[in-house]
C-alpha cells in the first residue's frame, strides 16, 4: 500500500511552535463528554473491555479542554465506553483513572474534526460500516475538507489541493471508484433524491415533461369510446 501523503499530526501551519508538547493527565469519567459529532459505530466494546481490564488502558484518550473541568474526547470513544461499562459490571474502581493527552483547547475546530476521523480510520475499515454510517462519515470529511481549504489550513506545510474523490480515497484507503459512488450517494442525500435516482434539474424535469405531454395530445386516436379513454389516462398519468 503507498504511504500516505499526511496523518492528523501533519495538520499543522508552518509558523506553529514545533516544540510544544501536548499535555498528559489522568481524568475521571465525569470529567470527560463524548463528541456528538462522532458518526463512528462503538463496536467490540466488550472484547475491548475484557482486554482493559486484563492489560489496563494502553493507549491515552486524545482530549479538547470545552469548560471548566470538562474534556471532549477527540479519540477513544469506545475505550472510553469500555471503561464505563467495566465500572457499571464492577469490574474497576469507580475512581478509575482514564489517561488522556489534552490538545490546545483553542486549536481550529476543522483540524479537530480531521483528527476525529484520522483517528477512527487508523482502526477501522470504512467498507466494513453500515451505509448510512459510510454516508455520514464522508459527509462530514467532506465539510472538513472544504473549510480546511477555505481557511487555508496546511498539511505538510502545503495547502490542500486536489480532486475531493482522491483525498477520500487516500485517506479512507479505498478506491477511487468507491470514493465517487459515495460521494455521489453523498450528494444525493443531501438534494432529497431517493438511492438510484440520478439527480436532475427539476425545471428541466418539469420541460421534458410538458413536451411529452404535447407530443400525446398530438397522438391520432380513432373515435372509439376506448381509446378517447386511454389518450386521457396517459395525459392525466404525465400531469
Known amino acids: 500500500m503507498a504511504k500516505k501523503n499526511f496523518s492528523f499530526t501533519d495538520i499543522v501551519k508552518t509558523d506553529d511552535d514545533k516544540n510544544k508538547r501536548i499535555n498528559v493527565i489522568n481524568l475521571t469519567p465525569e470529567e470527560l463528554i463524548e463528541n456528538k459529532k462522532n458518526n463512528y459505530e462503538l463496536s467490540d466494546i466488550e472484547q475491548?473491555?475484557?482486554?482493559?481490564?486484563?492489560?489496563?488502558?494502553?493507549?491515552?484518550?486524545?482530549?479538547?479542554?470545552?469548560?471548566?473541568?470538562?474534556?471532549?474526547?477527540?479519540?477513544?470513544?469506545?475505550?472510553?465506553?469500555?471503561?464505563?461499562?467495566?465500572?457499571s459490571e464492577n469490574r474497576i474502581n469507580t475512581n478509575y483513572e482514564i489517561l488522556s493527552k489534552i490538545i490546545d483547547e483553542d486549536e481550529n475546530k476543522t483540524i479537530t474534526g480531521l483528527k476525529l476521523h484520522e483517528t477512527n480510520m487508523q482502526t477501522r475499515s470504512l467498507l466494513k460500516l453500515p451505509e448510512e454510517e459510510k454516508l455520514a462519515i464522508i459527509e462530514d470529511y467532506m465539510k472538513l475538507l472544504k473549510q480546511a481549504k477555505e481557511q487555508g489550513i496546511k498539511l505538510n506545510g502545503k495547502p490542500i489541493k486536489g480532486k475531493t474523490r482522491d483525498i477520500i480515497a487516500e485517506r479512507f484507503n479505498i478506491g477511487a471508484r468507491t470514493a465517487s459512488r459515495l460521494i455521489a450517494k453523498t450528494k444525493e442525500k443531501e438534494e432529497g433524491v431517493p438511492n438510484g435516482t440520478p439527480p436532475e434539474n427539476s425545471s428541466s424535469t418539469i420541460n421534458k415533461l410538458n413536451k411529452i405531454i404535447k407530443q400525446v395530445e398530438k397522438l391520432e386516436f380513432d373515435e372509439s369510446e376506448e381509446e378517447i379513454e386511454l389518450k386521457e389516462k396517459l395525459i392525466s398519468l404525465l400531469k
Open 48 to 87: 475491548l473491555a475484557d482486554s482493559i481490564e486484563q492489560l489496563g488502558l494502553l493507549q491515552p484518550l486524545l482530549v479538547k479542554k470545552v469548560s471548566s473541568g470538562k474534556y471532549e474526547i477527540v479519540a477513544g470513544h469506545r475505550r472510553f465506553n469500555a471503561i464505563k461499562k467495566l465500572i
